[in-house]
């Protein structure tokens, strides 16, 4: 309520959202013969290789293009923080939180294989699970790493990477429905609170890593402003280099910025990033690209 400034009929409206998935067409494995059955809806005005998807995920799940890796189930709004990265041909880039690895292999996808791709996870199982993903979708990974991002400066030499993502560890609220329990059962304030001091932590350990003339973009899937505005807020204020470039996707529940929160009144810059509000096809997300200035 008091981040769209609506009322509670409202937002719980918006909680209640049932979700649909999309797809993404893998460029690293589709053929000029390939079509795609009529479980693919239209293609989304800023990503041609996007469709929504006519049916639910378990129809499709063992469908040859999906097994083949020629198509990747994914939600529309994790194609965001790849388009605000723009990876090119080149680039040496770091993935920090990469597992399952969705963002990972687009990234290898829009370069076609052509950047210096490295992917980290702290979780063994979850980098075993982003290394068959990579290798099923035909991306190219140069370096995994299993790291604690809170330590990845000392862990890899500063200043090395022309871009990095930084999709964080958040409390996932933008994958939440307020009419299932367990998807609250581990909700709280305290626990926002826990993850914010953790996103600042890698944030500062992503920006010590960036090159300058750099990008970083920091994403979540979740709603909080502790997690998003007031991240991006604290890497402003204690970096001098650190500028937000504007993003300027025009899609149907990208929402305005918090401009403050709980008493603390953040960069105005930060109304250059992307905030989502629930819908049915694109859920909410939050974006952010910072330069770092030469």
Known sequence: ???????????????????????RINPLHWSKDDTLPDWAGPAYRWLANGHTLNVPVSDIRNHELVTSGKVFIQNAASWLPVLALDP???????DICAAPGGKTSHIAAVTNNQAEIWANDNSRPRLAKLRANMAR???NVAQYTLYDATQLSRKLA????????LDAPCSGEGLMNINRDKDLSTWSVAHIKRLQQLQKRIIMQAWQLLKPGGTLVYSTCTMAPEENEAVVDYLLRSQENATI???EFNLPNRVSPIQ?????T???DI????????SPTIEAFFVCAILKKI
């Open 1 to 23: 309520m008091a981040i769209l400034g609506v009322e509670e009929t409202a937002a719980l409206a918006l909680l209640a959202t049932e979700r649909r998935q999309s797809i």
């Open 88 to 94: 090119q041909p080149g680039d040496k880039i770091l």
């Open 137 to 139: 979708l035909g991306a």
């Open 158 to 165: 500063g200043g090395q990477f022309h871009k990095i993502l």
């Open 245 to 247: 470039a504007p993003l």
């Open 260 to 264: 403050g929160w709980n008493g603390k």
């Open 266 to 268: 953040y960069n105005p």
């Open 271 to 278: 109304a250059g990033a992307i905030r989502l509000k629930p």
